[in-house]
């Protein structure tokens, strides 16, 4: 256990975009947020990005070569700066999720992390929940309501993560705790920018659509995304999940549209798919505050805005920082696990029962 009362932690993260390594601190209890700390950010060499590609869709039991100290020595890297951090979160690079399969697969030792920085680090999040029948994803959702909580929200709000993956949390901030059954709903909607990010590197050698120019020029294939949208995934009831490369046959589907044209279609396609997953939510929140990546691309924006019934805006609105919501969710996260707290429920994941998901790694000098 970690002392009583408020903590400094710092959590890390790195998304299925693979730009790079994300860190950043808070003080919380583990249920209240008190204080945003300093950030950092790490980003991945081009080199670095292609090993990371290569490791794509492997398992714990695959050959992984030097991935999983390439994932430890930038994590150490970022983390050793946050020197008044007490406890790190580190979430690790996800490179497999099948929940119902084979399971969940975030590389990164978190024990190692634990000797190189001296300091408790809390990681494996995900396993515990995919172990007990739950997606293992999305794990923002506890540090959303928090944040709901901390913003002074009185009506339902929705938290929008524009990264790899599309996730969504619905909060009803009226709730007293997030595992209470009206307080959340959260699910992945669909593909963010992992589909477009792969389509700008393979083309035109770029990590992404810059401000969204080149989709802006283009014309969205109205076929492709109406065939998109029947996917089954849709039809499915949240709690749901997905792996990054879940409609890695998007790619085929836009092979033969100009490069502007297949960006439109693509944003198009993360625009489309937030709108319909909107249909799941117990209401209409009062407003969409986006998060992510995918905030920064206003051509993604407007078409989000023309599709949803409620303004969406980016979290920087109401003081927060979108760029780091995820590395502070796992410093949150790391805290709760380190006091037995519940990390996902039912309604975020559809784990059977709240579950407190984490493992936690002290140096072994101070064991």
Known sequence: MLKTGRIRAVGAMSGTSLDGVDAAEIVTDGVSVFEFGPT?????????????????????????GDLPELIETTHAQILHDFKDAEVVGFHGQTLSHDPHGRGTHQCGDG?????????????DFRSADVR????????????????????????????????????????????????????????????????????????????????????????VADDVVERFLNHSYFHKIPPKSLDRDAFIGLAA????????????????????????????CPSTPSKVLATGGGRHNPTLMAMLSAGLECPVVPVED?????????????????????????????TTTGVKAAVSGGTLSRPVSST
């Open 111 to 123: 024990a190692v992390l634990a000797e190189v920085l001296g300091k408790p680090v809390v990681w």
């Open 318 to 346: 109401v003081g927060l920082d979108g760029d780091m919501l995820e590395a502070q969710a796992f410093a949150y996260l790391a805290v709760r696990v380190a006091r037995g707290l519940p990390t996902s429920c039912r």
């Open 132 to 219: 007990l029948g739950g997606e293992g994803a999305p794990l923002a959702p506890f540090f959303h309501f928090a944040l709901a909580k901390y913003i002074k929200a009185v009506a339902p709000i929705a938290f929008l993560n524009l990264g790899g993956v599309g996730n969504l949390t619905w909060i009803d901030p009226t709730a007293e705790k997030p595992n209470d059954d009206r307080a959340l709903l959260a699910f992945d909607t669909g593909p963010a920018n992992a589909p477009l990010n792969d389509l700008m590197q393979l083309r035109l050698g770029l990590s992404c659509d810059v401000g969204g120019a080149l989709a802006a020029q283009g014309d």
């Open 40 to 64: 950092a950010y790490r980003a991945y060499s081009d080199q670095e990005r292609a090993v990371l590609r290569g490791g794509l869709g492997k398992w714990q039991e695959d050959d992984l």
């Open 253 to 280: 589907e836009v092979a033969d549209l100009s490069d502007a044209d297949a960006a439109a279609t693509l944003t198009a396609v993360c625009a489309m798919s937030v709108a319909q997953s909107m249909t799941h």
